[in-house]
């Protein structure tokens, strides 16, 4: 059954580039070798071509080139090695839009943490160990909620939503300072330790790259920031 399947599939191609135009012709040989040199797979090259010829063969009759349609073969590869573009619309999965809202709140706060010991390395109440987790933790955590209700400013006037974002977010603020300050006063210090301000200062600017570089590689979207 596969077998037949394929077969069809060829003849399918092998039907449209037969329609097709010299210059068209021409773009689809360049662009498969360019597509092989890159070492695309086989299979990834046919389903390419099954996409690509029946609007090529449609749209030719009406006088445009390839190029025209797919941009040059060049950029045609490249989309091709790109993948589909996520829909700009389309949220992340939770558990990304939760590790980028921590990395960037407990990143942010582990430097200020640092930078208020380094200018004053005797203060009694630098932000402790458990603390710091707390902050990554709850800050991912709320960043997340918050995401769920942010303002959707394409709905009618009065159906926005910025009353429920406000009521959220001030109780996801009032929770998020309850539990980090309650582990920075009810903990002890023998557990909630207190790094030198340099380790804070490595944990934060570590966090915000490792955001960014998150961000970048797997494409977080819907976050706040």
Same mark, same amino acid.
């Given at each position: 059954m596969t077998e037949n399947q394929t077969e069809v599939k060829k003849v399918d191609i092998a039907t449209l580039r037969s329609q097709l135009t010299k210059k068209n012709e021409q773009y689809i040989l360049q662009l498969e070798r360019s597509l092989k040199e890159a070492q695309v797979s086989k299979a990834k090259i046919t389903s390419t071509l099954e996409e690509m010829l029946p609007v090529l063969v449609e749209n030719q009759k009406k006088g445009l080139t390839a190029r025209q349609l797919f941009g040059t073969v060049t950029q045609q590869t490249q989309s091709v090695?790109?993948?589909?573009k996520k829909d700009p619309m389309v949220k992340? %999965?939770?558990w990304q839009i939760a590790v980028d809202g921590g990395l960037m709140v407990g990143g942010f706060f582990a430097l200020i943490a640092g930078i208020t010991l380094f200018l004053n390395p005797e203060q009694s109440e630098a932000m402790g160990v458990i603390s710091l987790?707390?902050?990554?933790?709850?800050g991912g955590l709320a960043l997340l909620v918050l995401s769920k209700v942010t303002p959707d400013i394409n709905q009618p006037k009065g159906k926005?939503?910025?009353?429920?974002y406000l009521v959220v977010s001030s109780l996801v603020m009032l929770a998020w300072l309850v539990l980090v300050m309650g582990t920075q006063f009810l903990i %002890?210090?023998?557990?909630?330790y207190v790094f030198p301000?340099?380790?804070?200062?490595?944990?934060?600017s570590g966090a915000l790259v490792l955001k960014w570089y998150l961000k970048k590689t797997l494409d977080i979207r819907g976050g706040i920031l």
């Open positions: 090695l790109e993948g589909p992340s %999965p939770d987790i707390m902050n990554f933790v709850v926005r939503g910025y009353i429920r %002890p210090t023998s557990i909630n301000a340099i380790v804070y200062l490595f944990i934060g």
